[in-house]
């Protein structure tokens, strides 16, 4: 019989997030070794370094690749970091499931806070949204283009190319780098919309795919991430766009938070909604506030 195959980017990262796919398809279904295939898949996003990805075709240079295997029968569900997955999806493919949530916080490297990189330092990240972040924290800093897998940033850290980075907690934990880093609270610095969120796509028509991929979904991590990507729907942001949203669930009630910025940090606007988990109007209704109360310069960056 042929092995069920999960499809995935071929980062060390990557990899972790399969294996842990792998592992919880071979608890809910009681499957042996070998009744898995990791098929590695190398994206447009990882051969191209020296450039920042919204400038270069954005988040579908992360999952073209994975979405071409799917639809042409190469692999049997791909499995991606949420965070990675542009808001619109071919109507195709399914996101059918989604793993828990791990930390969405962002850890500084480098430097315990914001507060203590030097005077006039320089800091790495490709992320628009963490740029201006540091940017309305720390004007003085300097944000230059860091790409490239956890490993790859860590070195440039350590040659002394920036002073700070800033990495995604849920990878460096799945990495088992767990000692790395400073946590920064979510107060201080919101994430990104699907942060520490992992995603299993199917095609569509694949009745059996979707039912055994659908035996691992986390409810609670799903409702949660499809809000926020529902929020930037509504926004219609892109990857120029500097945006975060963090939705929580607290029994029946879903909280979502967001935060558009001004590419230089110099202003932001945030709110927050709260309604019943059930109520799918949440999103665009928080949109539809953030936008009212936007400046020129950040509605320049979203078409909501």
Known sequence: MQPFRLGTRGSPLALAQASMV???????????????????????????QDRALADIGGKALWTKELDRALLEGEIDCAVHSMKDVETLRPAAIAIVAMLPRADVRDRL????????????GVVGSSSPRRAAQVRRARPDLEIVLF????????AK?????VDATLLA????????????????????????????????ETRADDAR?????GAIDHLETRTCVLAERALLAALQADCHSPVAAWASL?????????????????????????????????PARL??????RANPAILALFAG
């Open 109 to 120: 490297i480098g430097a315990e806070t914001l507060a203590d990189i030097r005077a006039n």
């Open 157 to 161: 850290l350590a040659a002394g190319e």
């Open 287 to 292: 949109a539809h506030d953030l936008l009212e």
């Open 22 to 48: 792998r592992a919880a398809l071979y608890a809910a279904h009681g499957w042996s070794d070998g009744a898995v295939e990791i098929v590695p898949i190398r994206t447009t996003g990882d051969r191209v």
């Open 209 to 213: 795919a979707m039912a055994l991929i």
């Open 250 to 282: 607290s029994n029946e009630t879903l909280t979502l938070r967001a935060e558009l910025l001004a590419e230089d940090g110099s202003d932001h606007v945030a709110s927050v909604i709260t309604g019943p988990v059930g109520d799918t109007t949440l």
């Open 147 to 154: 790409r490239g897998n956890v490993d790859t940033r860590l």
């Open 169 to 200: 907690a849920a990878g460096l934990e799945r990495l088992g780098r767990h000692d790395i880093g400073s946590a920064i609270p979510i107060e201080t610095m919101l994430p990104a919309p699907a942060q520490g969120a992992v995603g299993i």
